[in-house]
């Protein structure tokens, strides 16, 4: 599987050109364009029970996509569904977490499930479940603006708000906090963050969905009785 990131960081596409017999698999709704040679398959990946917990507790879709090339020099294009950054993160057997909606794309080696990781997952109105993504091969990593990776040594620490996480490390720790005391919490604008600690790989993205909401909603036009 060749990948190519264009576009980006506003509105990046991910080229994936794919060799006769070879395989990659999508979130529903990310394929873009196509060459005629690839054959669609749609499957909840892994069963009934596998795809709820994906779409339900992971905010991820019920069913993914499962591309084919039926040719040589087969392509498909990916995109997001927000404006934002994609990145290729390649896992080698281990296992990353990602927030609800960042997941575009992968090779076939890759699992990806939902985990319930206690109250310490609580990212802003994300909830209590993540996704867990294992195995071996390249994922494509979509963001709401630009994406940042922070490579953590052992014990070092970098603070994030909960809307701007992307993914990180299995050996990642993380807590989430608030800033500051309640008073600056609810006057400052400011609310929980993250308390990351290396060693390992953290991606952030410059925006955040729920600040992009909450900016838009008294914006939109009401309804008048």
Not at 106 to 127: L, N, Q, V
Not at 148 to 153: E, F, H, I, N, S
Not at 184 to 206: A, M
């Amino acid at each position: 599987m060749e990948i190519d990131i264009e576009e980006g960081p506003a509105f990046a596409i991910a080229r994936v050109r794919l060799a006769q017999g070879e395989s990659a698999k999508g979130e529903a709704g990310a394929m873009l364009a196509m060459t005629p040679d690839i054959q669609i398959e749609t499957s909840t990946q892994g069963g009934i029970m596998k795809g709820l917990k994906r779409s339900v507790l992971g905010g991820e879709s019920f069913f993914m996509n499962t591309f084919t090339a039926t040719g040589p020099n087969a392509e498909i294009i990916f995109a997001p569904a927000l404006a934002g950054d994609i990145v290729r993160w390649q896992l080698d057997g281990r296992t990353v977490f990602l927030q609800s909606g960042s997941y575009l794309a992968s090779s076939m080696g890759i699992d990806i499930d939902s985990k319930w990781g206690g109250a310490k997952t609580f990212f802003s109105s994300e909830g209590l479940f993540m996704l867990r993504c294992t195995g071996s091969g390249d994922m494509l990593v979509s963001s709401f603006g630009a994406i940042r990776a922070v490579d953590l040594v052992a014990g070092q620490t970098y603070i994030v708000d909960t809307g701007h996480m992307v993914g990180w490390d299995e050996g990642v720790g993380y807590e989430v906090q608030k800033l500051g005391n309640w008073k600056s919490t609810f006057l400052g604008g400011e609310g929980l963050v993250v308390k990351v600690t290396g060693p390992g790989r953290v991606y952030i993205q410059t925006r955040s969905p729920e600040s992009f909401v909450a900016w838009l909603t008294p914006k939109l036009p009401t309804q008048r009785s």
